[in-house]
């Protein structure tokens, strides 16, 4: 082979002729190490600062609302205590008019003399077992076979309700009123007046 005509390849992509790969120093590494740590921190630590947070609102949810519910609970035994108070006070009410209306029975028998007709003494005690809650006699004449009754009621219904159970009585039965009036007086309270036994039926 003639030297004129040899011809010399070169490798220019050889290992020595590549570039090479520029590694960070180890000061450039630590800082980029550290600053990657801080950021990490500076997160967790904002992390932990809004849970923190929530937490305390959270509490602060939680008692407010045990507050709430102590009260509604303190609210409930009141009204049943109130709901309680008032359905005692309407039954003891209840028990003092019927207790008025038999002792003003009892009087009225008292207050009859030892002369008096012994129908007398029928009529005074069918009236007592005749007594109603739903009103009260205030005053009882028994005149010559007539008689005028007054009273209290609760409603304009209760009286003939009442006077229809006269039947049920030996010494009432077939008696029969002229007139019945009702009125208010100043407290408001029904009251009721059955005035002469007109006659008996046959």
């Known amino acids: 082979m003639n030297a004129g005509t040899m011809k010399r390849q070169i490798n220019l992509y050889g290992a020595e002729f590549r570039p090479r790969r520029q590694w960070a120093s180890l000061p450039q590494m630590l800082l980029a190490w550290g600053l990657l740590a801080v950021l990490l921190a500076g997160m967790g630590a904002l992390y932990a600062w809004q849970q923190q947070g929530v937490s305390r609102e ?22 049943a205590r109130h709901q309680a108070d008032e359905a005692l006070q309407r039954q003891l009410v209840d028990k003092r008019d019927e207790l008025s209306a038999k002792q003003g029975l009892m009087r ?6 030892l002369q008096k007709s012994q129908g007398y003494a029928g009529i005074m005690s069918d009236l007592a077992r005749l007594g109603s ?10 005149n010559e076979g007539h008689i005028n009754l007054a009273g209290v009621a609760r409603s304009s219904q209760d009286v003939p309700a009442w006077v229809n159970r006269f ?34 039926k046959p």
């Not at 709430?68 to 035994?77: F, I, T, V």
């Not at 009225?108 to 003399?113: A, D, I, K, P, V």
């Open 133 to 142: 809650d739903k009103l009260a006699l205030e005053r009882i004449e028994i």
């Open 58 to 79: 959270l509490a602060q949810v939680r008692v407010a609302l045990d507050v709430q519910r102590n009260e509604a609970k303190r609210l409930d035994a009141a009204l």
């Open 108 to 113: 009225q028998l008292g207050s009859l003399s």
């Open 167 to 200: 039947k049920q009585m030996p010494t009432l039965a077939g008696k029969e009123f002229g007139e019945l009036t009702l009125s208010r007086d100043k407290a408001g309270r029904l009251q009721f007046q059955l005035s002469g036994i007109a006659r008996e």
